[in-house]
Each structure stands twice: as structure tokens, then as C-alpha cells.
């Protein structure tokens, strides 16, 4: 079946641009999260859903990130008013829940803040 | 809070060898444990998850051993190959639903 996938694969932005990245988990997981990974680092947390509710979402860096889930399926991550610090790269990952732990990512989406 | 340490110096070594990775945490033990192979350009490929009542979990040429003792993972290739090359990540449940990565390490496997 399709494995999760994610869009745009890359992005560039000016400074102080909104974005928003997609994510669109394997149909029928209930659990969805969202990392940021910078070059040469592992993936670290950002927010986690179950169906359409954020259960966690310590992981924001600031308020300018937001993200919703409005449909307990499609996911998108937002970046209000960019800074070059927000280069990285953003993975989505989802997992069955209930007790299922691996974690299925997408390919990420590059985003370049220039 | 937990934090996770993988051997940032690539391991670089010759096909046909065992490849041994090493994870440690510093705080609690963690529930389970995950491996997680990445590849340049990809997302995290999931492995193998081990519990922590269980020493040691295999699937084909991949062993992972949990020794909450010593609050380490090891993770072992056999046989290794070019293909295996890659970066491999340990990730650990933060006692919630979510996954604290280490840096990860990468493998050269050469002919």
C-alpha cells in the first residue's frame, strides 16, 4: 500500500514568508507525528496526534508553529513568518496507536529560508 | 530529561564483517527501544523494536541486544554488506507516545 507521503519535497522561502507543508499518513493510522531534523542530526519531536486531537505539542519551537489535523488523515504544518533558523528539514511519521510503536516517516520536506 | 548518545564518528568497515553500533541513555529505561535505518534524501526506515524485558531480538542478518544495566543497546549487522551503508538511528519512548532520536551513526560498508 502507499507508504506516507509528504509535499512539497522542498521549499524556499524569504524570510518573514508563511508556508505550510502536507503530510498524508498510511490510511487507517491513527497516530500522526511531525520532527524537524537539521543537517547531521536525528529527528527531534515537534507535535503528535491522535486522530484530529494534538496531544502533544511541547515540541513547537515557537508560537509561529502551528499544526492541525481537522479530519483525523491529512495533516499540515505551519510556519508563520519564517527566520533562517527554520531550515531543516520536516518529517512526518505516522503509526497504528494503540500499542503499535514503529513509526512509518515520509520522505520530509526541505524547507530554505533565505 | 532522557538523552540518547550514539557514536557520531562514522564506522567504517569491510563487507562481509559484523557491524556493532552502540546506543546509550542517561535517565529512566525507557519502555522500548527502536532502530531506525536513514538513507541521504529519505525519511527513517523502521528496523527492529525491543522491550525491556527482552535481551535480545533478531531478524535476518540484524541483532539488537537492550541491557537496561548498563543502559545500552547494541545493534548488530552480520555479514554486511555495501547496501547496508547507511545511517542508523536509535530512538527511545520519552515514557509517552513519542520517539527521542539520537544523532545517529553512519555505516560505510566497503568491498
Known amino acids: 500500500g502507499a507508504g506516507v507521503s509528504q509535499s512539497p519535497r522542498y521549499k524556499v522561502a524569504k524570510r518573514g514568508q508563511d508556508v505550510a507543508l502536507r503530510c498524508d499518513p498510511i490510511?487507517?493510522?491513527?497516530?500522526l507525528f511531525w520532527y524537524q531534523q537539521a543537517l547531521g542530526q536525528g529527528p527531534e519531536f515537534l507535535t503528535y496526534f491522535q486522530n484530529e486531537a494534538q496531544l502533544d505539542k511541547s515540541g513547537l519551537p515557537s508560537d509561529r508553529f502551528f499544526a492541525e489535523r481537522p479530519e483525523g488523515s491529512v495533516s499540515t504544518l505551519k510556519i508563520q513568518r519564517t527566520q533562517q533558523e527554520d531550515s531543516a528539514v520536516y518529517l512526518c511519521a505516522s503509526s497504528l496507536g494503540l500499542l503499535s510503536y514503529e513509526q512509518y516517516f515520509g520522505p520530509g520536506t526541505r524547507l530554505t529560508v533565505t | 530529561s532522557q538523552k540518547i548518545e550514539q557514536n557520531s564518528e562514522a564506522l567504517n568497515i569491510q563487507e562481509g564483517k559484523t557491524a556493532t553500533l552502540t546506543c546509550n541513555y542517561t535517565?529512566?529505561?525507557?519502555?522500548?527501544l527502536q532502530w531506525y535505518r536513514q538513507d541521504p534524501g529519505r525519511g527513517p526506515v523502521f528496523l527492529l523494536l525491543?522491550?525491556?524485558?527482552?535481551k535480545e531480538k533478531r531478524k535476518e542478518r540484524l541483532k539488537v541486544t537492550f541491557d537496561t544495566t548498563l543502559k545500552q543497546s547494541l545493534f548488530h549487522i552480520t555479514a554486511s554488506q555495501p547496501a547496508d551503508s547507511a545511517t542508523y538511528l536509535c530512538a527511545l519512548d520519552d515514557n509517552t507516545d513519542k520517539l527521542i532520536f539520537g544523532t545517529g551513526t553512519r555505516l560505510q560498508v566497503f568491498p
Open positions: 525491543i522491550r525491556e524485558n527482552e
Open positions: 490510511s487507517g493510522h491513527v497516530s
Open positions: 535517565n529512566y529505561s525507557p519502555a522500548y
